[in-house]
């Protein structure tokens, strides 16, 4: 399995950014897609989820209302569109993957893309 994020960039607070996430090296029936972000110093914090067969979501509620998880089974891609970013949004996103469906603990996974960095400055 490889994952691909990109995306992340500068934002001013108030802003929106779309991350993206290529997967690819396999199809990915049962398995579960999320994105975890990473402060330093910190461990990595569970965003959101999706099932790849259903498309059944789950966020943080520190995300919840201005993130939007999905997922392209026709282009193997998984999305986190974020709106009304702020400046504690601030962090490198990563995409993850794991067979079986979702979970919000990072050791769970263990398909990782490298990361995408996400500034938002207020």
């Known amino acids: 399995v490889q994952l691909q994020a990109s995306g992340g960039g500068w934002v001013q607070a108030g802003g929106s950014l779309r991350l993206s996430c290529a997967a690819s090296?396999?199809?990915?029936?049962?398995?579960?897609m999320a994105w975890f972000r990473q402060t330093p110093g910190k461990e990595r914090e569970f965003v959101a989820s999706i099932t790849w067969n259903w498309g059944t979501t789950n966020y943080a509620d520190s995300v919840k209302g201005r993130f939007t998880i999905s997922r392209d089974k026709a282009k193997s891609m998984v999305y986190l569109q974020m709106n009304t970013l702020r400046a504690d949004d601030t962090a490198v996103y990563y995409c993850a993957a794991r067979n079986g469906g979702t979970d919000t603990k990072a050791r769970e996974y263990p398909h990782w893309g490298q990361g995408t960095l996400v500034t938002v400055s207020s």
């Open positions: 090296g396999r199809t990915f029936t049962n398995y579960g």
